[in-house]
């Protein structure tokens, strides 16, 4: 069952997934509305969601144009993380890096 996220417009380029539950920021799209048509078939956008619940992330949870379903992260995602009190996540680069 496909789990819908809440999305709001930003710009012409940005959508903003609020800051619900247990997220510690919001998240943030980098798409136009084409690209969103297709990025919302899959679960890439609750991804997004659930790496804004991370401890020490220090901004919002980011996906660039290219975002689709990861490991994790989504494929796309970008997030930073407090030196102190983050995360080293192997899901946000990819379980196969050597």
């Excluded at 800051?19 to 956008?45: N, T």
């Amino acid at each position: 069952m496909e789990e819908k996220v809440k999305i709001q417009k930003i710009d012409d380029y940005r959508w903003r997934i609020p800051r619900e539950g247990k997220m510690r920021v919001e998240g943030v799209i980098y798409a136009d509305e084409r690209m969103l048509e297709d990025i919302r078939k899959d679960q890439s956008l609750l991804q997004v969601a659930n790496v804004a619940w991370l401890p020490g992330i220090s901004g919002p949870s980011l996906a660039m144009p290219d975002i689709h379903w990861g490991y994790g992260f989504p494929i796309g995602g970008v997030a930073a993380f407090d030196l102190l009190e983050g995360i080293v996540s192997p899901g946000g680069v990819g379980y196969d890096i050597n």
